[in-house]
């Protein structure tokens, strides 16, 4: 009779302690990700999420492969999202929800939540993928312990759980940039052609997805530098510029498209988004959303990590920190100021803190003894102030300010009134009043009647005609009077009020359109309680 030898069962055994944590840790990164991720629905608070979505439907309708639009250039997230409506629209059809594609169309201009929450579910997986590949990146590193402390930094992260629930590129070309990392190390360890090949795949597929993305090629680029494969180096940048062509031909078939939007987003100054040169802007980033999101003591751990690890660690040192190092820069060098800019350097950050972390507690029990009860202690101060933020960010997204202000028009604003709304507040389609929405050019429009119309993205665009946004600042000066209505309610002019010296031609358009009226409700977000922009509603004439 055989017997399983002892020291392979002890190590099967010795697995599952470490299995557990982790599905404990994707399952509460799952839990928080998926918590509210409805928010909104079926109004529109983010302004980029229609456009993609938009962007994404128009290609399925009209049949192209060619987004027609590169600001970021967004490419691979496009037909992810035309994958998903499609996904949505065929079941729908199988199951008899849908009428045929026409049939479908109409019901996603009637409720576009029917689209958009899948969209958001695809994103939360792209977030769930993240936290799982900063636990293998942290895994091959350091081990077991860091890498489930790093992925559990990330899980709990508010800023990563927030974008992880919004339809934008950040969060999966971060994935992409974390499997390019992980192609790196793995180039570090072994220099196969195959790893060369797949690094220069991912970057491409992360350059497709978020142009800053391809920062991150320099950590293969320095790996095979310091190894001093030369040819496989030069494959690898071979490799890369294809596999982004590959991924989105359209930058080169319609370069006219790409020149025009890439300027568009080239903007100098952006209401409330305004840098203040490089050295401002990092401490804007480290004082304002990082250290919310992180904590004091996390964002401690994580700039000493970094340094600490790339002084100890030649992995870390040459396979992650030049990519990430190059995007900080990057990112801090720029006009404008956006949080969402920092979505891939969350998990750079949760691996040094992870690292950190590591190091401390060894260091208090460097024999062992206590360790668990120092290990869990230390875990719970790093972990709690982090959590906590995530659920008082989940509170406020819950309770924001644009659907108090729904609430406060239905309970105040009589049936047949006129309403100009300056944010995507679809959920008061239903109401009995007549709306107007802002877009650019055109002046104010109204939503049920270019929802019934099946606007397109491309129409939203040259009507927007490079406008920085798409609200009542922004609107044409000879379609003001477009704009006229009993009630007229703001969520933009406080961000023009912050900075009256740029955008002296908006707040004229605003006294120009609340001239005469009466403020009858200030909407203001309540900290731990609700987010979103101050709400200004004016009664411009009476009912």
């Known amino acids: 009779m055989t017997t399983t030898p002892r020291p392979y069962r002890n190590r099967t055994w010795a697995k599952w302690p470490e299995r557990l944590a982790l599905l404990a840790v994707l399952a509460g990164a799952t839990w928080l990700r998926l918590d509210g991720v409805d928010f909104g629905l079926p109004a529109l608070n983010d302004p980029d999420e229609p456009l993609f979505m938009m962007t994404a439907f128009d290609m399925l309708r009209n049949g192209t492969p060619n987004p027609g639009w590169f600001g970021h250039p967004g490419t691979i997230t496009l037909y992810c999202l035309a994958l998903v409506i499609a996904a949505v629209g065929v079941v729908g059809m199988i199951t008899g929800r849908f009428d045929g594609a026409e049939g479908f169309a109409a019901a996603v201009f009637a409720d576009p939540s029917i689209v958009f929450l899948p969209a958001r579910l695809f994103i939360v997986a792209c977030g769930i993928a993240c936290v799982f590949l900063t636990y293998l990146i942290g895994r091959r590193l350091w081990g077991p312990r860091p890498g489930l402390i790093g992925a559990a930094i990330l899980a709990v992260n508010a800023l990563h759980v927030e974008y992880s629930q919004v339809i934008r590129t950040d969060v999966q070309a971060s994935m992409f940039m974390l499997l390019c990392v992980f192609a790196s190390l793995s180039i570090y360890d072994h220099g196969r052609r195959r790893d060369y090949v797949l690094a220069g795949l991912l970057v491409g597929l992360a350059c497709a997805t978020k142009w800053p993305a391809a920062a991150i090629a320099l950590s293969p680029v320095f790996v095979g ?88 660690d030649r992995r870390w040192l040459l396979a992650v920190v030049p990519g990430f190092g190059l995007f900080v820069m990057l990112v801090a060098s720029q006009h404008l100021i956006w949080t969402r800019w920092l979505v891939p350097l969350l998990p750079f950050f949760a691996l040094s803190a992870a690292w950190a972390w590591d190091r401390a507690v060894r260091f208090l029990s460097p024999r062992g003894r206590v360790s668990a009860l120092v290990s869990v202690a230390a875990l719970i101060l790093l972990l709690a102030p982090m959590l906590g933020e995530a659920r008082t960010m989940a509170t406020e997204r819950r309770n924001d300010t644009r659907q108090l202000a729904s609430a406060w028009i239905r309970a105040h604003v009589p049936a047949a009134s006129s309403i100009v709304v300056e944010h995507g507040a679809l959920d008061l389609l239903d109401g009995p009043w007549t709306l107007r929405f802002p877009l650019g050019s055109a002046g104010c429009i109204d939503p049920r009647e270019a929802l019934s119309s099946k606007i397109s993205a491309r129409q939203v665009e040259h009507r927007r005609s490079g406008r920085a946004v798409v609200d009542l600042g922004h609107i044409d000066p000879e379609q003001v009077e477009t704009c006229r209505a009993d009630f007229i309610v703001l969520s933009h002019l406080s961000r023009y009020r912050a900075d009256p010296a740029n955008y002296r031609a908006p707040l004229q358009r605003y006294r120009q359109l609340v001239s005469g009226g009466t403020l009858v409700a200030r909407i203001e977000p309540e900290p731990g309680e609700s987010g979103g922009p101050e709400i200004l509603i004016y009664r411009l004439r009476q009912p």
Request: glycine letters at 14%.
């Open 225 to 312: 530098l310091a190894r001093r494969d030369y040819r496989m180096t030069g494959l690898f940048g071979i490799i890369a510029v294809g596999a982004l062509l590959a991924a989105s031909p359209f930058l080169l078939l319609d370069h006219a498209a790409v020149m025009r939007d890439l300027t568009a987003e080239a903007r100098p100054v952006h209401p409330g988004a305004t840098g203040s040169g490089l050295f401002g802007n990092l401490m804007a980033y480290t004082t304002g959303p990082l250290l919310a999101s992180f904590g004091a003591i996390g964002l401690v751990l994580a700039f000493a990590g970094s340094v600490g690890a790339a002084w100890r």
